[in-house]
């Protein structure tokens, strides 16, 4: 079978000109003798956390870009020199159900290239033929090409002089355009914001449209070279984003967290699961919250034009977390994490949206986690939850001289239960709680564990005061050995991961 990349990859550069192809590009430092690609890839809001690959036209094979794209919905891709244009790219979602999407490169030189769109347009003009590329001959694929490309562009002519304005939009290609800057609610990202494409049934509608002609199809079984009826944008139907400031994104959200966890080879090593949590955003730019046991913190930042946020942080303190709010406060994120220990090795891959915000904009990290607090009360009990890594300094009693150090983790529950201790040599089989302390703002630990220490078994008590950043002070270990006598005591210390 003659595939997409085959027929493409045998057209001549002035056929690929002809469609729309870009060019330009400059050298690359450093020795890199291949196609360094930058991607925006968005669909209104920016397609963050998505893995990318890049078709070969020549032969059969793909390259994986490396890493994710960013909260911007950024990446840049260094193809091979051994890769031969035009290049197919593939944007794949962090959430799993989600469609891909897809572009194409027609031309490119060696070194640095303009930036590349990936969006719902873009992802239409090659899926709407997909299967007739299948088949088609070189000749065949340039003309469908290029017909199709300006039956789309024909039938949205009305939305891109509406939205773009008179003089960008003559010249507008939206399969080249490398203004595009996702999340931005300006320029094409605007356009994104406006319409919807379904690419099951390709078809593109106004958002904010009411009308007959509010909508247009696209029939991948017709020649495309035939005329559909165009959409018609009213003045109503353009929906502009509202600006605001950055404490208006502050509250909480109720969220969705969907993931999927891999091996090392990339097979599933856990199947799709989803889980519901909350997660607060501070007045201050920042969050730091616990959901599903795991710390969840970073920044996030308004847009040049203040419509929009962008998000970037960690899960559990490693795992890139990237996303945006957009303008009607809908989150959409997008996280990576890896193993350790015994799954050292595996990835867990996941996105995140949310269901429901609960506005507060004097929320802080005192601020109760239904989002209604005034920055007074104490942090809710679940926002304690996770796992911490705690440093114990003990000394015999009747010996300074001799002592010693020992780290391991201690996981607290939603409800504040300490569930276990794993990594320590001194310590095992912990039970114990947390308590919130409204002076404090924090928490009060009290656990206790078996022993051993010094080659003497017994039990050890340990008490601290965690603060509403998630660190341990004020930490004190006693331990007694089985018949109750005190053999050894010290300090102790850690955080949440």
Not at 103 to 112: D, H, Q, R
Not at 185 to 197: A, E, M, R, W, Y
Not at 321 to 344: H, P, R
């Amino acid at each position: 079978m003659i595939t997409f990349q085959r027929v493409l990859g045998v057209l001549t550069l002035a056929s690929l000109v002809a469609c729309g192809g870009g060019g330009g590009g400059g050298g690359v430092s450093g020795g890199f003798d291949g196609y360094r690609i930058p991607i925006a890839a968005g669909t209104g809001a920016a397609l963050a956390g998505a893995s990318v690959t890049v078709d070969d036209s020549g032969v059969s094979k793909t390259f994986t870009c490396s890493g994710n794209t960013d909260e911007n919905g950024y990446i840049t891709c260094d193809v091979p020199a051994s890769y031969t244009p035009p290049l197919v790219i593939t944007v794949k979602p962090a959430d799993a159900s989600a469609n891909t999407i897809k572009t194409i490169v027609l031309s490119a030189n060696k070194g640095t290239n303009p930036s590349v769109p990936a969006t719902p347009l873009t992802n239409l003009l090659i899926q709407a033929d997909w299967d007739f590329y299948q088949k088609a001959n070189p000749d065949q694929a340039k003309v469908r090409l290029t017909a199709r490309k300006k039956q789309i562009s024909d039938a949205l002519a009305d939305v891109f002089t509406k939205i773009l304005g008179t003089d960008k939009a003559k010249n507008f290609d939206f399969l080249t355009d490398s203004s595009f800057v996702p999340g931005s609610n300006d320029g094409s990202d605007l356009l994104l914001d406006n319409i919807s494409v379904d690419i099951q049934s390709f078809k593109v509608s106004l958002k904010n449209g009411s009308g007959s002609d509010s909508s247009v199809s696209f029939d991948p079984k017709s020649d495309p070279a035939t005329n559909v009826q165009p959409i018609t944008v009213a003045q109503t139907d353009v929906v502009l984003p509202t600006t605001r400031l950055l404490k208006d994104f502050a509250g909480v959200y109720d969220i969705d967290v969907t993931f999927t966890s891999y091996n090392a080879d990339g097979t599933v090593s856990a199947q799709t699961k989803t889980l519901s949590g909350s997660l607060a955003l501070y007045s201050n730019g920042t969050f730091d919250s616990t959901v599903s046991s795991t710390r969840w913190s970073g920044k996030y930042t308004l847009n040049d034009k203040g419509t929009s946020v962008k998000i970037s942080g960690t899960v559990g303190g490693a795992g890139p977390l990237v996303g945006s709010i957009d303008n009607n406060f809908k989150m959409t994120l997008a996280f990576n994490t890896k193993g350790s220990g015994a799954d050292l090795g595996q990835t867990t891959r996941g996105s995140v949206v949310s269901k429901k915000f609960t506005a507060n904009p004097t929320q802080s990290s005192g601020s109760s986690s239904s989002g209604t607090g005034t920055g007074t009360s104490a942090q809710a009990l679940s926002d304690f939850a996770g796992t911490y890594t705690i440093q114990v300094n003990w000394y015999l009693l009747q010996d300074n001289n001799t002592h010693g150090s020992d780290s391991g983790y201690v996981t607290v529950s939603s409800n504040g239960s300490v569930t276990q201790c794993s990594g320590f040599q001194i310590l095992v089989s912990c039970t114990g709680s947390l308590t919130l302390n409204s002076t404090t703002k924090g928490a009060s630990l009290n656990m206790s564990a078996t022993s051993t220490v010094d080659g003497v078994r017994g039990t050890a008590s340990i008490t601290g005061e965690v603060t509403s950043s998630y660190t341990l002070t004020k930490g004190y270990v006693l331990v007694k050995d089985t018949s109750n006598k005190d053999i050894a005591d010290g300090d102790v210390t850690g955080s949440k991961k």
